[in-house]
């Protein structure tokens, strides 16, 4: 009797319905960045001209602003002078504290990084990572490709320039023989030299990098 009993007191008891799942977690989206604030471009008159843009000035010769809040304005000669460094310098900043600037001499004027002045010659790299030499009383100025500093960033290595006689030229893995110089483009570049012929043969793997910049970094304050 007491199983019967036992049996139908098992079967009467109500099912116990499995727990339900706890619920999803809300997903948290992440804090949106802003992005640095731009400095706003300004406006400059005088004598009858109104110039607009960054880092304005004026002179007798007239009024000039550069044309982003990366460049820059000098007065040189009675003129004024405004140059803007190209957007793979601007996305790619190096670690060094250059900046564009501009020089004159007897009357010339060149703007950009590194700017070099020599026997009545004036010249600048494009970049920060450029590089410029004297030889034979004339200024080389020489600068990466856009790819290699894409690529590199701040960690682009330095060029190098080699002379040989009169001849000089700037780049990676210099070589030079009776008079002629060649370089590589590249870091990762070769130059070879044929021992037969002394014929020279450069050759640079292209880069397979692709880049997609979005904001650039905050420009320096002046």
């Keep these: 009797m007491l199983p019967i009993l036992a049996l139908f007191l098992l079967a009467s008891t109500p099912a116990i319905p499995p727990p339900r799942p706890a619920p999803p977690a809300p997903v948290t989206p992440p804090p949106r960045v802003e992005p640095a604030p731009q400095p706003v471009p300004n406006c400059l008159s005088s004598q009858g001209q109104t110039a607009c843009g960054f880092n304005c000035q004026s002179a007798r010769g007239g009024i ?69 030499k004297t030889h034979f009383g004339r200024l080389v100025c020489w600068d990466p490709p856009a790819s290699v500093i894409h690529e590199y960033a701040s960690d682009t290595p330095t060029p190098g320039c080699l002379n040989a006689s009169e001849s ?55």
Excluded: M
């Design 64 to 132: 000039a602003c550069a044309q982003t809040p990366y460049g820059t304005c000098a007065v040189h000669a009675g003129q004024v002078h405004c140059w803007d460094p190209p957007r793979v310098a601007i996305q790619h900043p190096s670690k060094s504290s250059a900046s564009p600037e501009c020089k004159e001499v007897r009357g010339k004027v060149a703007c950009g990084f590194n700017c070099r002045v020599n026997n009545g010659e004036v010249a600048c790299n494009t970049t920060p990572y450029g590089v410029c």
């Design 168 to 222: 000089i030229a700037c780049g990676y893995g210099c070589k030079a023989i009776r008079g002629e110089v060649h370089c590589a483009s590249t870091p990762r570049g070769v130059c070879a030299i044929n021992s037969r012929s002394n014929q020279f043969t450069c050759f640079d793997p292209p880069s397979l990098l692709h880049c997609d910049h979005s904001e650039p970094p905050p420009p320096p304050r002046g």
